[in-house]
């Protein structure tokens, strides 16, 4: 089934976002699935009673709401594409809500689903690709939050390996760098130029050709977005916070103190770090029922 204007609507995705070509093939697959299904008019003509007719029938299909949120998202962007193109003057997808969850999605990740993150970004050799793993495996390391992320200057690596970070209320703290996040820091290093060529020393370490000179949150959380789909995860679960709320757990659950935690995240109350351990409690759980000799009884 054709799409119109798909072509054009993935060398954007290609060429002003850096997606992958999983990514890439990814949204193709769900965009021609919409077509297919709407097959009554064009998928650029779709209306919203149509759209709400596709994804419903997904739903009976018995396809996961991740899978129906996935390809809602698809759309999204598609006719966002469209509309900012002057394809049309609308936006079908906009009065639309997405598929109810069942449960409540879990609010971290595995280090396995970590571990896949990562995997996916190494696996494209270029600079966005190495500007991808660049972000993630700093991240996953430090606990950073986006906006502090987004704001680090090039200086803010320090030979020893550590990063200096000025958080809220202008408080700087000192982070350490393991050997992954520090070698992907170096790997991307000789390309950070080229992402604001007409800027002379830019003193961001991710520089972009936005207004702000820099990478936005939300740039960040897109490329995060693609990245998920790519490794195999819903995207709904990916996201800058949760890669923060990742650091934080998998500290806890592998015997971190907590206080060390609330440093290392810039928490200035020990109350805001104690919503991560749940996993402590997890931990603590698992280590009764495995080793209390009357734990058969409980």
Same mark, same amino acid.
Do not use: C
């Given at each position: 089934?054709?799409?119109?204007?798909?072509?054009?609507?993935?060398?954007?995705?290609?060429?002003?976002?850096?997606?992958?070509?999983?990514?890439?093939?990814?949204?193709?697959?769900?965009?021609?699935?919409?077509?297919?299904?709407?097959?009554?008019?064009?998928?650029?003509?779709?209306?919203?009673?149509?759209?709400?007719?596709?994804?419903?029938?997904?739903?009976?299909?018995?396809?996961?709401?991740?899978?129906?949120?996935?390809?809602?998202?698809?759309?999204?962007?598609?006719?966002?594409?469209?509309?900012?193109?002057?394809?049309?003057?609308?936006?079908?997808?906009?009065?639309?809500?997405?598929?109810?969850?069942?449960?409540?999605?879990?609010?971290?990740?595995?280090?396995?689903?970590?571990? %896949?993150?990562?995997?996916? &970004? *190494?696996? #494209? /050799?270029? +600079?966005?690709?190495?500007? @991808? !793993?660049?972000?993630?495996?700093?991240?996953?390391?430090?606990?950073?939050?986006?906006?502090?992320?987004?704001?680090?200057?090039?200086?803010?690596?320090?030979?020893?390996?550590?990063?200096?970070?000025?958080?809220?209320?202008?408080?700087?703290?000192?982070?350490?760098?393991?050997?992954?996040?520090?070698?992907?820091?170096?790997?991307?290093?000789?390309?950070?130029?080229?992402?604001?060529?007409?800027?002379?020393?830019?003193?961001?370490?991710?520089?972009?050709?936005?207004?702000?000179?820099?990478?936005?949150?939300?740039?960040?959380?897109?490329?995060?977005?693609?990245?998920?789909?790519?490794?195999?995860?819903?995207?709904?679960?990916?996201?800058?916070?949760?890669?923060?709320?990742?650091? %934080?757990?998998?500290?806890? &659950? *592998?015997? #971190? /103190?907590? +206080?060390?935690?609330?440093? @290392? !995240?810039?928490?200035?109350?020990?109350?805001?770090?104690?919503?991560?351990?749940?996993?402590?409690?997890?931990?603590?759980?698992?280590?009764?029922?495995?080793?209390?000799?009357?734990?058969?009884?409980?």
């Amino acid at each position: 089934m054709t799409v119109p204007h798909l072509d054009a609507f993935l060398e954007m995705l290609a060429a002003e976002r850096g997606a992958a070509q999983n990514t890439l093939a990814a949204y193709r697959r769900d965009l021609v699935d919409a077509a297919a299904s709407l097959a009554a008019k064009p998928l650029d003509a779709a209306r919203p009673d149509g759209l709400n007719r596709y994804l419903a029938g997904l739903a009976a299909s018995g396809l996961s709401r991740a899978t129906s949120a996935r390809r809602l998202s698809a759309l999204r962007q598609y006719f966002q594409f469209l509309l900012n193109e002057g394809l049309r003057n609308d936006d079908p997808t906009a009065a639309i809500d997405g598929p109810k969850p069942g449960r409540a999605l879990p609010k971290h990740l595995s280090e396995a689903e970590v571990e %896949a993150l990562l995997d996916a &970004a *190494n696996q #494209a /050799d270029d +600079r966005h690709g190495r500007r @991808l !793993l660049a972000i993630v495996e700093m991240l996953y390391a430090t606990g950073l939050r986006v906006s502090e992320l987004a704001a680090l200057p090039a200086t803010a690596l320090k030979a020893e390996g550590a990063l200096i970070v000025t958080g809220k209320g202008g408080k700087d703290r000192l982070l350490p760098l393991g050997g992954a996040a520090v070698r992907a820091l170096n790997a991307y290093a000789p390309d950070r130029a080229s992402f604001a060529p007409k800027v002379k020393d830019s003193r961001w370490l991710f520089p972009s050709t936005g207004k702000e000179g820099r990478l936005s949150r939300r740039r960040i959380g897109q490329m995060l977005d693609d990245l998920a789909i790519k490794a195999g995860i819903d995207p709904a679960r990916v996201s800058p916070h949760v890669l923060r709320h990742a650091f %934080a757990t998998h500290l806890l &659950a *592998n015997g #971190a /103190d907590i +206080r060390t935690v609330q440093e @290392l !995240l810039g928490h200035a109350d020990l109350s805001t770090t104690e919503i991560y351990t749940h996993v402590l409690d997890e931990r603590l759980k698992a280590l009764v029922l495995e080793k209390h000799p009357l734990a058969g009884g409980l």
